[in-house]
């Protein structure tokens, strides 16, 4: 008998002595594919940190917040980092607020661009996406759902895509347009003697 | 204020070294930049008008970061064979004379660049390995920690990290790099101040160990029409990527060790995502949730971050594989070179596979000759190069071209500029070098 036989010989008696199955496998994967590994994930707990919200807001949690709501949430928990209107603190704190250039889309050419939420964010249903799971940034996670639709309103009217009076839930946030939305394309690099 | 390191997004993100630091934030009120801070905080009303002033956020477990200074050197014997040395310890250390340091810029949301200049071979220490992170080191309770993978699979689960252990494992070596790497002397092309260290630290080699994606995907029964996957980690960023479920049944792996030890905190323990030759952002860190569906999550690291604008008035998104790339370590800035012989020595690596050749020149580009390739050049990996060098004592300019095994040969930085645009500066691999002044003395030469 090999030595590697042996070991199988002694690991399987041992399996069946101290697990009570009646067989041991070694060396193969098993024929299911599965280890049975792991366990269950309840719904509940998948849900509890199931926070994504993707660009076409089917995720988006009941709840709503108008502009002016939203600026007094951004002056007590945003702006001491991002400025007042948004205009940030570069470089530590990104510009928020800025439609500049309004004609085109020139980043490619002028290294001098800022972007903003106004003019380089394609979806704004991640706008509530990231500040929910990601701001402020030294308690993340901490507004309400109510609170991340008043801050994204905020930000969305001071970019001029929502107006100052409205108020944003699921349903009409899904609908607001951004105007980088077309501007993102996939990456088409693909090795080779080509510079791409 | 000027030598401290931002709190906010520094380094691939924005120029890193006039930020406000996490000590200003702490310290508040001391010095003029923190005080504009405070005048900053205070709310406002319906209006947008401010209204009183509220204290500034202060996380109380946040201390201020401190580099410590090396210790003083030891007066060693004149002749250590007349002497006993040390006595046995539970863990060494390097020699006292040796002191390779990462450069910490920004602490909370930070980057620390590896010391390249100061390592040989093509492993990185596991404490010098580049970090880059978005709202600091989580503290990880390993017994606490669990993956949750959901969504389009059959069987919803729950794993904790022995439960990862028990999966077939394998062992890999690969880089990875910051999609921003190359990205201040990409947009300062005449900045001769630059270390190795500084023009490519945000990127590190290791050998890892963990399970294949694959294997995890079968055991929760991943469903066909599944077509990407979101990854989360569990730090305060609570950072997601979207990746094709292609890479997942190629070599992604989620690991768990590096270089022979578990992960470093740094580098997610207790586990991480493992997208061999992708940029480094995908390659989330604290790993907590992986959720299968039909198309990307469009998340703010995958479009207002990490996305390539282009001369065209597009933005290339998903850039995931990253150009082959090479860089002399050795003779570098700040070093001199002397006359007579050296080696001239680097590395090289490609998203892509192998690296294929590293041809270097001394002439500042009108020549060009094979450099040795280090055995074994491993796919997604570094590959160290050398070649001897004599110095003649007149100034020249030293350049390194690193070509994969598709074919893809390093850009000058004039042809990334004309392909892309002045304006895009994130996945940048162009070629750089070391200027040789007369009197021996290495500066950098990025502008290609």
Known sequence: ?196 | MRDKTPVGPPADDEAPDTALTRRDLLTGAAGALGGALLSRVSPLDAQGTPKKPAAAPVPAAAKPAAVAPPPPLPVAPDDPTKVPGTPTSAQGGRSPFVNPSRTPVGDLAGTSYSPLQDLTGTITPSDLHFERHHAGVPLIDPAKHTLTIHGLVERPSVFTVEDLKRFPFVSRVHFIECAGNARPVFRDAKNENITPQRAAGMSSNTEWIGVPLRVLFDEVGAKREAAWFLAEGGDASVMTRSVPMSKAFDDAMVVYAQNGEPLRPAQGFPMRLLLPGWEGNTNVKWLRRLELGTQPWQTRWETSKYTDPLANGTARQFSFELDARSIITSPAHPRSVEKGWCNISGLAWTGRGKIRRVEVSSDAGKSWIDALLHPPVLSKAYTRFSIPFSWDGKPTVLLSRATDETGYVQPTRERLVTVRGAGTDYHTNHIVGWRIAADGRVFFHGDT
């Not at chain 1, 008696?13 to 994930?41: K, M, N, Q, W």
């Not at chain 1, 209107?85 to 510009?95: T, V």
């Open chain 1, 1 to 196: 008998m090999s030595r590697t036989a042996t070991v199988s010989a002694l690991a399987a008696l041992f399996a069946i002595v101290a697990c009570g199955r009646s067989t041991a496998e070694t060396g193969e994967p098993p024929a299911s594919g599965r280890y049975d590994l792991g366990r269950a994930a309840t719904a509940g707990e998948v849900a509890a940190i199931d926070i994504d919200i993707g660009p076409d807001g089917a995720e988006l949690p009941a709840g709503k917040g108008s502009v002016s709501q939203g600026a007094m949430v951004y002056g007590a928990k945003c702006a001491s980092c991002h400025g007042m209107r948004g205009e940030g603190m570069p470089p530590a704190y990104p510009k928020l607020v800025g439609r500049e250039p309004r004609d085109g889309f020139p980043f490619g050419r002028d290294p001098a661009l800022v972007k903003t939420v106004g003019n380089y964010w394609p979806y704004a249903t991640t706008i509530f996406d990231y500040v929910r799971r990601s701001m402020p940034f030294l308690q993340p996670g901490s507004l309400s759902n109510d609170e991340v639709y008043a801050v994204t309103a905020w930000l969305l009217a001071q970019n001029e895509i929502i107006k100052n009076d409205a108020t944003l839930d699921a349903e009409s946030l899904k609908a607001v347009r951004m105007p980088a939305r077309d501007r993102f394309v996939r990456d088409d690099r693909k090795g080779g003697a080509e510079v791409r």
